[in-house]
């Protein structure tokens, strides 16, 4: 089995920033996984917002997040990281991580594990 739990969501003025962490753990869980977030905002679905490689070598980011979003990985602590920057209203959004064999994917469906979400609220 493999858990993860997301942290570092809260409450910030546009233009501000915030670092979310998701740390995996779990006698399944590969430093190989590629690791991705996701959000969700009231009365919308959930979208892609960026996706990383095992090795950390690959990362892909949805066009909305692109250079103001930066996300990274420690495998010694099997944690990801999401920079964000220039953090806008619209980024408001229950933020969940999530886990997968190889290759990085954007598609929600292709996620095997998922954490519990960390809410992102971004004030105008």
């Known amino acids: 089995q493999v858990q993860l739990v997301a942290s570092g969501g809260g409450l910030v003025q546009a233009g501000g920033s915030l670092r979310l962490s998701c740390a995996a753990s779990?006698?399944?869980?590969?430093?190989?996984?590629?690791m991705g977030w996701f959000r969700q905002a009231p009365g919308k679905e959930r979208e892609f917002v960026a996706a990383?490689?095992?090795?950390?070598?690959?990362?892909d980011y949805a066009d909305s997040v692109k250079g103001r979003f930066t996300l990274s990985r420690d495998n010694t602590k099997n944690t990801m990281y999401l920079h964000m920057n220039s953090l806008k209203p619209e980024d408001t959004a229950l933020y969940y991580c999530?886990?997968?064999?190889?290759?990085?994917?954007?598609?929600?469906?292709?996620?095997?594990?998922w954490g519990q979400g960390t809410q992102v609220t971004v004030s105008s």
């Open positions: 779990g006698r399944t869980f590969s430093s190989s996984y590629a």
């Open positions: 990383i490689s095992g090795s950390g070598g690959i990362t």
């Open positions: 999530a886990a997968r064999p190889p290759p990085i994917s954007r598609s929600e469906y292709e996620y095997n594990f």
